[in-house]
Structure formats: structure tokens, C-alpha cells
């Protein structure tokens, strides 16, 4: 007992018991210790967590595509074993001989283009064009609407057949670009009413060959519009991603003359460049586009344009190169940063480099040119002024009297290019008498000799030695006979009715001179031209034109160069005879009134055929020569379109049936089957065209008054009535049958006249009669109607 109370008997402190100290040291760390293993553990435990959740919401996404578009994840198989390869066959299209592909495409109304193959074996996998037939079409009848890719099918299944099967792995419909987009000029970005413009056909798919970028495919789908004797090359880039199995259309393209675009080497960069050639004459514009990585699993690339508009360096010797560059001095924009580089010594940022490359590559072109031995002098100084090499120039324009009068001519005819050139030079250097010169050459031809001088005068940095010196040029000028050519901004589009005018007060006509007299020709009488739409030299604006303000300065001088009438007031009076034929008179305008809204023209002309009681014809018509152009294609009957198409022709005849019952141009009642409905209207007339800028074509349906006096008497037994004087009404249908534009309203007086081309490269508008009164009507995107 002892000896256990003993061995139970604490020591005493400081014996064999640790000090203060080391008892810390003893049992505090171990605590700590705890809690670090504690805290990993926990942090592991959360990160395989996370972990599991994100792998979880990935296996749960590719399940439901597995069940739902098996198609987009059959990039998989890559990465699959046989055995574990996704079959599609049971959820989306099932594999197809090619002669299935032909045959399934048929029946859809469409064709099988010539395939491009994607890998050596050609059997392996390849690019399908899809075409479809233009209908009323004489040449370039085909056009691709669709893109495929096809790989020969791994599937067990079909390894035994002993005909290849494809499967389709991407596809990508295929609209061309708009026609606005096309006809544009090469340096704008943006056109006024572009909704309402044509897509173009692409008729034409072409692999890239040699050294792309990346490890995919890419393509170029192309079409030419003919423009005169040349043509506009124009289409889309397209690439196929084999990682991803996606096609994507990358950017779309035009080249006014004809150049079809080419992967070049242009920056120092390893990889290629694309180039598209937008030259026009001698005035160099290449569009060089760069393959660049963007963090978008699908679409992993993009074509990034090298752009001017916004300088890579902060710096103001190289922002003053980048401007006149981007004015078109690409040589001395050139030699500037070549300057510059030298006095930097450094490396330069790759997006600085790219511009460098670009404004060297297009000096190279300029310079070429300027190199040459023209044997015209106008040719050659305008080679020399694109390459910024103002004093060579001078000297061939001095050289000889005949040099003055061409040379001349040339500047007159300048839309702005040579001009902008000069004030740009001026602005970076304004100490430049031989830039000051040919500005004022340019002014003086253009404006006048009084509008040059006012410039001269105004120039910051012009000595009194080449004032004179200029002044003594202007002087040749003159007394070669160089008379100014005064430029309007911006040729005159106008339409409107016609009314003759039996008195006319001086006072309320607005006219640039208005202190001369109103007087007639020979033979001339005056008209009133009630305007319906007319072009500012920006987009069409139609009646009324209440947005339409006058100045209180000038309103005179604002409202003919808004009309575009200062330099050409003609306009043609156009007049339809008892037998349809047309007979137009060229009239002039000799003022202008605009009140509340309404815009009128005072013009004088010779005596116009009158028609006002002639309801079978279309009133007078007014409009300037490039307003518009008509529009006509070949007529066929309603039975020879259901040859060519009957799913559009079965889908309009009951729709048509329906109007004409419910205008009352027909007794309502049951309505005849099909066969019945072919049999009546079947020969009459129709146009098949595009009015509303999709992929389809719209039918126009020209119904006459003889036409329904022969169907009543036809269907029930109605007598002939005496005359009906009355005008052919349209319809105008969509390719599925439906109703988009109507002559048969009750109570409404509204007529098709004509379908046109308005010359500013949009789509087609209909011009359609109201009344006395008539209005363009073009098809809006947006509302999904005319107006």
C-alpha cells in the first residue's frame, strides 16, 4: 500500500517536472499542429468539392447534348476508343452513300456541288457545296445556299458494306453579301438603308491550297457582279475546324477589280496574312486581315483586321505618319516611320509593326507606279501625287500648254482623293509651297480663281514668293482657257407627278439667282413637279417632308445642292400613250418651293401628250435621269411557274382565290379544288423576282379586268358586261403563299406602276400610283412590309 501511495505521490516542482517554458514547447505545438492539419484538410476537402461539382455540371451538359444533339460533342471521338465511339445514327441524320446525299438533296429541290476534299484519301471526308436552281434565270443559274462536311462513317455497322457511308458532321447555311455591301465605295463602312438591299449569289467555293494558317481548312465562296466591261469579285471566307467539326463563315469580301483574295506573307510574323485587293486605278487599298486566338471553345480563331484608325503608339511623329497614310501618302507616311524607327531603337509593339508592314506594302505599289514612263501627262502626275512627289509633278504640268488643259481636266474631275492628300500634307507640314500650289491649282479649276486666291491667303506658312509664283499659274490657267468646273455634291435622284401650271409668281420660287427672270423658250409651257421621293446624296426620303427645314441664310443655295440640281437642272417629264408606249421630254427645273411638307419644282418644257382622262394609263410622270431604272423581267403564265415550282404555285392559288372573294372581284362560295384553280388562272401572267432581300424570290401576279370578266363568265355563266375601263392590279406574293403587297383594296384608289432599280445600289421598290400622287415603296426588314 505504501509503495503505491509512493509511486502516486506527485515530485515536487521543479525536480523532474519540465519549467514553465518547455511545458510550452511540449504541449502548445502539438496544438497547433492540429489545427494545420485540420485547416488542409479542410481546404482539400472543399477543392474536391469544387472539383466534383464542375465535373458533375460538365458531364451533366455533354449528357443532355448526348441526348438531345449528339452532333455537337461528336468531336469527342477524337479522344474515344473504338469501342467508345458516339454514334449519331440513332438521334440525328443517319450515315448516307453519296448517292443517298444526291438523291435525299433532290427531293429537297436542291443539288450536290462538286466536293473538295479534306485529307489525301478523298473518300475520307470532304466539303459538300449545296446549290440551288435560280428560277427565270438564264446564265449563272446555280448558287450555293448550304455548306457540308462529310466523313466517311466508323461505325461498325457500316464497315462491312461494301459501299462508303457518310455522316454529316457540320453545316452552314450560306446567304451572299448584300448588294449595298458590294457597290459601296472601297473606303466606306457603312451605307444608309442597308436593310433594304439585295443578297448577291455565290456560285463558286475554292480551297485555299499551299500554306494556311492553323490546322484547319479554310475555303473561299465567290461571285462577280458585272459592272460596264469590268466586274466586282465579291463572296465569303469560310473556315472548318477539324477539332471542333464546325464550320464558320469569318468575314465577308469585295474586290472592285476582280482580285480574288490570297494568304500572303506582309508582317514579320511567322504565320500568313490574308489579303484582299481593293485597288482601284491607280489608288492602292489592300485589306489585310491577321489569324488571331480568341477563348471561345468553338470558335477558337477570328480574322482581326489591321487597321490605321486608331495609331498602336502614342507618339505624335507616328500618329502625323499614320494620317497621312491614311489619306493616301503611303510613301512619305512611309519614310516618316522608317525615321522614326531609327531614332526609337527599340523594338516596336507588335500591333505597330503590323501598321508599318501595311503602309510599306501599299508605298511599294505607289512607288512602282510613280516609276513608270507614262505617256499620258495627266496619268503620270497623278502616279506622281499619289506618291507624294508634289514637284515632279509641278514640272509635268508646266512642261507644255497642252499638259495645263489635260492636267487640268483631271484635277476637275477629282471627287476629293487629291484634295484630301493635299490638306492632310499642309496639316502635318504646313511650310510645303509645292503642296500649297497644287492645292490651289485644284481649288482654282474646281471653285475658281477668286476661291483659290481666299485659300492661298489663308495658309499659315505661305511666303509672298510663292503667292506670287501661284498667282502667276492661276493667271496660265486662265489664259489657257481652263474654265472652273463647279462640282455638285452629288448627282440629282427625283421622282414625282406632273401638273401643268397656268400662272407662276417669281417670288415664291426659291433660285440661285433670283434677280433673273422666270422666261420660257419657244414652245415651252410650265409644270409644277409635285415631289414623291427624291436622294440627298446620303438615303431616299420620301413625302412628306416635314424633317426637311431651309435655312434662314442661303436657303436658295442649301436646298438645290440638297436636291443635287446645281450643276444639272434637267429632269424628264414621262408620259404614257393610249397604247402603252412611253414618250418622255426633257424638261428643266427653274426653282424650287418647299411648304409644309410638300416639296414642288418649277419646271418648263415642251408640251407634254395629254392623259389626265386616260384611266388606263398612269399619270404623268416626273424624274431625273439617275434616279432610277426599271425593272422587267420576262412574264410567264401561272401554269408554266407550276412546272418549274409547283410547291409555290400550290401554296398561292388558294390565297389568290381568296383575295378576289374578298375585294369582291368574285362571288364568295366554296373554293374549286387545285386542278380547277390551275385551269382557270392558269394563263395569266407572273414575274418571279426578289423584293425583299432574302434568300427567296416573290411573285408578282398581274391580274387584268378582261382577265376577271372571263373567269365570272367561266365559273358562273355570267353574261359579258359592257367595258370595264379599269387598270391590271397586282399581287405580290411570298415564296410560301402569303399576301405581301395588294392593288385590291376597297376604296382605295393605289396602283403598281413599275418595279425599279434605284441607281443608289439598294434593293428593289416598287413606284406605285395614288390618286394624282405617287410613292417609292421599298420593302422593310423590320416591319416586314413596303413602305
Same mark, same amino acid.
Given at each position: 500500500?505504501?509503495?503505491?501511495l509512493?509511486k ?7 525536480q523532474?517536472q519540465?519549467?514553465a517554458g518547455?511545458?510550452?514547447h ?8 492540429a ?5 488542409l ?7 474536391a468539392? +469544387? ?6 455540371i ?6 443532355i ?14 479522344f474515344?476508343?473504338e469501342?467508345?465511339?458516339i454514334?449519331?445514327g ?5 450515315p448516307?452513300t453519296?448517292?443517298q ?7 429537297q429541290q ?8 479534306l ?15 435560280r ?14 462536311v462529310y466523313q466517311q462513317?466508323?461505325d461498325l455497322?457500316?464497315q ?6 457518310y455522316r454529316?458532321?457540320?453545316?452552314l ?9 458590294v ?16 443578297p448577291l449569289?455565290?456560285d463558286?467555293?475554292?480551297r ?5 494558317p492553323?490546322?484547319g481548312f479554310?475555303?473561299n465562296?465567290?461571285?462577280?457582279? =458585272?459592272?460596264?466591261t ?6 465569303? !471566307?469560310?473556315?472548318?475546324?477539324p477539332?471542333?467539326s ?9 474586290s ?6 490570297k494568304?500572303q ?9 490574308l489579303?484582299?485587293?481593293q485597288?482601284?486605278?491607280l489608288e492602292p487599298?489592300?485589306?489585310?486581315y *491577321?489569324?488571331?486566338?480568341?477563348k ?5 480563331i477570328q480574322?482581326?483586321?489591321?487597321s490605321?484608325?486608331?495609331?498602336a ?5 507616328? =500618329?502625323?505618319?499614320?494620317l497621312?497614310a491614311?489619306?493616301g +501618302? ?12 531609327k531614332?526609337?531603337?527599340?523594338v516596336?509593339?507588335?500591333?505597330? #509593326?503590323?501598321?508599318?508592314d501595311?503602309?510599306? $506594302?501599299?508605298? =511599294?505599289l505607289t512607288?512602282?507606279?510613280?516609276d513608270?514612263?507614262?505617256a ?14 508634289w ?15 489635260? !492636267?487640268?481636266?483631271l484635277?476637275q ?11 492632310t500634307?499642309?496639316?502635318?507640314n504646313?511650310n510645303?509651297?509645292?503642296? *500649297?500650289t ?5 481649288l482654282a479649276?474646281?471653285r475658281?480663281e477668286?476661291?483659290?486666291?481666299s485659300w ?10 510663292t503667292?506670287?509664283?501661284?498667282q502667276d499659274l492661276?493667271?496660265?490657267l ?12 452629288h448627282?440629282s ?11 407662276v409668281?417669281?417670288?415664291?420660287w426659291?433660285?440661285p ?15 409644277q413637279?409635285e ?22 441664310t442661303?436657303p436658295?443655295?442649301?436646298i438645290?445642292?440638297t ?12 408620259v404614257?400613250?393610249?397604247?402603252g408606249?412611253q ?11 418647299l411648304?409644309g ?8 418644257? #415642251?408640251k ?6 386616260n ?7 416626273? +424624274?431625273?435621269d439617275a ?12 401554269a408554266?411557274?407550276? =412546272?418549274?415550282?409547283?410547291t ?16 369582291? *372581284?368574285i362571288?364568295n ?6 386542278a *380547277? ?11 418571279v423576282?426578289?423584293l ?6 416573290e411573285?408578282v401576279?398581274?391580274?387584268?379586268a378582261e ?8 365559273l358562273?355563266?355570267?353574261q ?7 387598270r ?5 406574293l ?8 395588294t392593288d385590291f383594296?376597297i376604296?382605295?384608289? #393605289? ?10 445600289g439598294?434593293?428593289?421598290? $416598287?413606284?406605285?400610283e ?10 422593310s ?7
Open positions: 500500500m505504501a509503495n503505491r509512493r502516486l505521490t506527485p515530485k515536487p516542482l521543479g523532474n519540465p519549467r518547455r511545458i510550452k511540449l504541449f502548445k505545438k502539438p496544438q497547433n499542429n489545427q494545420l492539419g485540420n485547416l484538410t479542410s481546404t482539400l476537402a472543399i477543392a468539392l +469544387l472539383s466534383s461539382v464542375g465535373l458533375l460538365t458531364f451533366a451538359w455533354i449528357s447534348l448526348f441526348i438531345f444533339n449528339p452532333e455537337q460533342i461528336i468531336w469527342l471521338n477524337k474515344l476508343p469501342w467508345a465511339q454514334s449519331v440513332n438521334y440525328g441524320e443517319r448516307q453519296f448517292k446525299i444526291q438523291n435525299s438533296l433532290s427531293k436542291r443539288i450536290a456541288g462538286k466536293t473538295l476534299a485529307d489525301r484519301d478523298k473518300e475520307n471526308s470532304f466539303l459538300l457545296p449545296v446549290l440551288q436552281q428560277p427565270n434565270c438564264q446564265f449563272d443559274c446555280q448558287v450555293i445556299v448550304e455548306l457540308r462513317a466508323k455497322e457500316f462491312s458494306q461494301t459501299e462508303k457511308y454529316l458532321v457540320a453545316q447555311p450560306i446567304t451572299g453579301p448584300e448588294e449595298s455591301f457597290l459601296a465605295a472601297f473606303d466606306e463602312t457603312k451605307l444608309e438603308n442597308s436593310e433594304n438591299s439585295i449569289p455565290l463558286e467555293v475554292k485555299f491550297e499551299g500554306e494556311t492553323s490546322s479554310w475555303f465562296l465567290q461571285g462577280k457582279l =458585272q459592272q460596264g469590268g466586274a466586282i469579285a465579291y463572296g465569303h !471566307i469560310v473556315y472548318y475546324n477539332q471542333r464546325k464550320l464558320q463563315q469569318m468575314l465577308s469580301w469585295k472592285p477589280n476582280g482580285q480574288v483574295p494568304w506573307q506582309v508582317t514579320g510574323s511567322t504565320v500568313k496574312e489579303v484582299i485587293d485597288t482601284v486605278g487599298q489592300l485589306r489585310i *491577321q489569324v488571331k486566338a480568341i471561345l471553345f468553338l470558335n477558337p480574322l482581326e483586321e489591321i490605321l484608325k486608331t495609331p503608339l502614342k507618339d505624335t511623329a507616328y =500618329q502625323n505618319a499614320l497621312l491614311r489619306s +501618302l503611303w510613301t512619305p507616311a512611309f519614310e516618316w516611320l522608317k525615321s522614326f524607327q531614332q526609337r531603337k527599340e516596336l509593339p507588335e500591333a505597330a #509593326q503590323a501598321q508599318i501595311l503602309i510599306g $506594302l501599299h508605298s =511599294q512607288k512602282t507606279q510613280a513608270k514612263i507614262w499620258i501627262p495627266s496619268q503620270q502626275v497623278l502616279a506622281d501625287l499619289i506618291d507624294g512627289r514637284a515632279k509633278a509641278l514640272e509635268v504640268f508646266e512642261a507644255s500648254s497642252e499638259n495645263v488643259q489635260e !492636267i487640268a481636266t484635277l474631275m477629282d471627287g476629293g482623293r487629291l484634295w484630301n492628300r493635299t490638306t500634307a499642309l496639316r502635318v504646313p510645303r509651297p509645292e503642296v *500649297q497644287w492645292g490651289a491649282l485644284i479649276v474646281q475658281g477668286e476661291r483659290a486666291i492661298l491667303e489663308a495658309q499659315p506658312k505661305i511666303t509672298p514668293d503667292l506670287t509664283r501661284i492661276l493667271v496660265r486662265s489664259n489657257e482657257g481652263v474654265r472652273p468646273k463647279i462640282i455638285s455634291g448627282p435622284r427625283i421622282l414625282g407627278s406632273v401638273q401643268p401650271l397656268t400662272q409668281i417669281s417670288t415664291e426659291l433660285r439667282n433670283s434677280k433673273a427672270d422666270l422666261q420660257l423658250m419657244d414652245n415651252e409651257i410650265w409644270y413637279v415631289v414623291s421621293a427624291f436622294n440627298d446624296g446620303k438615303r431616299w426620303l420620301n413625302f412628306p417632308f416635314g424633317s426637311l427645314q431651309l435655312p434662314n442661303s436658295a443655295k442649301f438645290w445642292e436636291l443635287g440640281i446645281n450643276s444639272d437642272p434637267g429632269i424628264l417629264l414621262v404614257w400613250l393610249p397604247n408606249e414618250q418622255i421630254t426633257t424638261a428643266t427645273i427653274k426653282g424650287v418651293k411648304q411638307g410638300i416639296l414642288r419644282l418649277l419646271v418648263s418644257g #415642251q407634254i401628250a395629254n392623259n389626265q382622262n384611266l388606263l394609263q398612269p399619270q404623268p410622270l416626273a +424624274l431625273t434616279a432610277l431604272e426599271w425593272v422587267q423581267p420576262s412574264p410567264i403564265t401561272l408554266e411557274l407550276y =412546272q418549274q415550282d409547283p409555290r404555285v400550290t401554296a398561292m392559288l388558294p390565297t389568290v382565290w381568296q383575295t378576289l372573294q374578298q375585294s369582291g *372581284q362571288p362560295g366554296a373554293r374549286p379544288n387545285l *380547277q384553280m390551275l385551269q382557270e388562272l392558269g394563263y395569266w401572267p407572273v414575274q423576282m426578289n425583299t432581300n432574302n434568300s427567296q424570290t411573285t401576279l398581274t391580274i387584268s382577265a376577271i370578266v372571263s373567269l365570272k363568265q367561266s358562273y355563266g355570267e359579258k358586261q359592257e367595258e370595264n375601263l379599269s391590271p392590279r397586282t399581287l405580290i411570298s415564296d410560301s403563299g402569303k399576301v405581301i403587297y383594296k376604296n382605295s384608289e #393605289q396602283t403598281l406602276t413599275a418595279i425599279a432599280k434605284l441607281s443608289d439598294q434593293s428593289l421598290a $416598287l413606284l406605285v395614288n390618286g394624282d400622287k405617287y410613292s417609292l415603296k421599298r420593302w426588314q423590320k416591319n416586314q412590309r413596303f413602305e
